[in-house]
């Protein structure tokens, strides 16, 4: 699906139990796959249970160039929505976005896995200069418990991964990787409590030291955070980039005839690297 005038979606999700799979979203004049209802109707109506397998979405642009994600599920969704094996490059807002509002309240948790998100904020060609999160995790303050595992975000314009003020998201076994701000980003709004989770991460190479100054319990012998110029976990044992097969961004992903996503390399962690940590996409 693509090329669609300015502010049209590619695909917009509104019912239940659909599978979206190998579907490619791209050039559009808005975000490309977003898994949305409608705020006339009440929550218990709202898209639940989607799986997205195995999509691709890029080079999205809105008119305004601050709204086109790749991916989304926000506003106005049910619980059970589940995006696998997606991958989500040069969209001119975010990658992912799972933005909650206040006026319309919490979404359903999402689920992430096995994903993959880079260089957004910009085109493909490299024109544009927007957020560019990689994974966007809510917003408002509104807390959410959406989850993200084994997957991977490496130069994005802002953020790898956000919890843009949703204070209850969990990131298990992520990798991070240049990412032009923080490679993890993790805070709230206001004072209501702060219940993240993050287990079994790694982040190399930030434009700035990892987030997470609301929730320093974050810090743990199985977390490798980026303190501006070191990847560090809780005992200040270091981490360096020969735990990667590769660290040369120029090789990019492909798909395998099977579906899934071939790294090349490109941040795959050899034997070096502590056992059962960073995202496992081979």
């Known amino acids: 699906v693509c090329n669609t005038i300015g502010n049209v979606k590619g695909i917009q999700v509104g019912g239940s139990h659909n ?5 490619s979203t791209y050039r559009c004049g808005d975000t490309g796959l977003q898994i949305s209802g409608s705020s006339t109707e009440p929550p218990e109506k709202w898209p639940r249970d ?8 890029y080079d999205n642009f809105d008119p305004a160039a601050n709204n086109a994600d790749g991916f989304a599920a926000k506003l106005t969704c049910g619980e059970g929505n589940v995006f696998r094996g997606c991958v989500a490059y040069s969209n001119i807002d975010d990658g992912w976005d799972l933005y909650s509002k206040i006026d319309t309240g919490p979404i359903g948790a999402v689920l992430i896995d096995g994903c993959l998100s ?3 904020g910009s085109r493909a060609d490299g024109s544009g200069n927007g957020a560019g999160n990689g994974f966007k995790m809510g917003g408002d303050g509104t807390a959410v418990a959406h989850r993200i595992l084994h997957s991977v975000a490496f130069e ?8 843009n003020s949703d204070p209850a998201i969990i ?13 993890f980003a993790f805070y709230g709004k206001g004072a209501g409590e702060r219940r993240f989770q993050a287990r079994n991460n790694v982040s190399l190479r930030g434009g700035s030291a990892d987030l997470y100054r609301e929730s320093p319990e974050l810090a743990s012998p199985d977390n490798y955070f980026w303190n501006g110029a070191r990847c560090l976990n809780s005992l200040g044992q270091p981490l360096s980039t020969d735990i990667f097969v590769s660290v040369d961004p120029a ?21 070096r690297a ?3 940590i960073g995202a496992l996409i081979r």
């Open 19 to 23: 599978v979206l799979k190998n579907v």
């Open 50 to 57: 989607n799986l997205v397998l195995n999509c691709l979405s």
């Open 118 to 120: 880079y260089r957004n």
């Open 156 to 163: 994005n314009g802002t953020s790898g991964i956000s919890s």
């Open 171 to 183: 990131v298990e076994n992520c990798t991070a990787f240049g990412n032009r701000q923080a490679n």
């Open 251 to 271: 090789v990019l992903p492909v798909r395998r005839a099977d579906g899934t996503i071939d790294m090349r390399g490109f941040l795959v962690l050899n034997d």
């Open 274 to 276: 502590p056992p059962g």
